[in-house]
């Protein structure tokens, strides 16, 4: 009985398919089943059909009622689905709009590329690095946004050359016991600022820096904030400044006296 099968067939997918589509799948089958079959329908076949026809009415309670049971259920899932998507979508948008804002040409050979985008949203969006990183932090000689007598009300260009290669003074003079940022570009084996991605995550999130025999305390580098960031956070920005250029700070003479300058 080919037609059995099929609808046995038709029935069953729907069925397993769950919730609303298992349903209207069910009527659709009821409603042609008749026209389908009129013709030639002997004794036999009717007794068939009736069979068919309760066995579909058993399923079509049997799914309303897991449709019903499970309507919260679905709902709730439904709802988790949506913020997942969203998630995704933000950090899709987030990963774009990081490739968008990079200020220097980017090395994605062999890299994460979604991470490096993520990680250039951070650093650039969001964390500020570049201010604190670069001397100076804006192209010169007149791209700092800031107003004079900080900057010259510039449009904010950064400064790609130098970019995060450290070189900003803070504090009493170096001697004195101030601190210079750090370069974070890549050194000649690709790590950024010499840091394997340990040594990284633990200057981030401990404030110590790995790179110092006493293990001191980083000052001014706001780690206080950043340890709270997302392991994936960290990743993506340790990412990103694999693929930065590597660079130089300038000399000491040359170097930049507070942020953003
Ligand atoms: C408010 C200024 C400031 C900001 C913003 C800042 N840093 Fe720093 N950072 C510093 C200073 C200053 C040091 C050196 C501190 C010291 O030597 O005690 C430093 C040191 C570091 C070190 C340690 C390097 C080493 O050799 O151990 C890393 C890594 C680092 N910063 C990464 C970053 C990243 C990544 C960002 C952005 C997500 C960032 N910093 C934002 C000021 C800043």
């Known amino acids: 009985m080919p037609l059995t099968k099929d609808c046995r067939f038709d029935i069953g997918q729907s069925t397993a398919a769950g919730g609303r589509f298992s349903l209207a799948g069910l009527w659709e089958g009821e409603a042609l089943l008749p026209q389908f079959h009129k013709p030639q329908l002997g004794k036999s076949e009717k007794t ?15 799914s309303g009622v897991t449709l019903i049971s499970n309507l919260p259920v679905r709902a709730d899932s439904n709802d988790r689905d949506r913020s997942d998507r969203d998630r995704e979508d933000e950090e899709k948008l987030e990963i774009q709009q990081g490739f968008k804002i990079a200020p220097v040409p980017l090395n994605l050979k062999d890299k994460d590329v979604e991470l490096v985008g993520l990680g250039s949203y951070i650093v650039n969006a969001q964390s500020g690095c570049n201010d604190c990183h670069t001397c100076p932090s804006y192209k010169p000689p007149n791209h700092n946004p ?10 904010g260009q950064v400064n790609d050359v130098g970019y995060l290669a450290g070189g900003v003074d803070f504090g ?6 101030g601190v210079t940022s750090a370069n974070i570009t ?5 790590k950024p600022g010499g840091l394997t991605l340990e040594q990284f995550q633990i200057a981030l999130r401990t404030g110590h820096d790995p790179l110092d025999p006493k293990n001191g305390l980083l000052a001014v580098m706001p780690w206080p904030a950043f340890r709270h960031l997302t392991g994936r956070d960290l990743d993506a920005i340790y990412a990103y400044l694999t693929a930065i250029p590597s ?15």
């Open 186 to 190: 890549p050194d000649a084996t690709g």
């Open 48 to 62: 068939v059909k009736r069979i068919l026809m309760t066995a579909a009415a058993f399923v079509g309670l049997f």
């Open 146 to 155: 800031f107003p004079v007598p900080f900057g010259s009300s510039g449009d």
């Open 172 to 177: 009493p003079p170096p001697a004195m016991g």
């Open 247 to 261: 660079a130089t700070p300038p000399p000491v003479g040359m170097h930049c006296k507070n942020p953003g300058q």
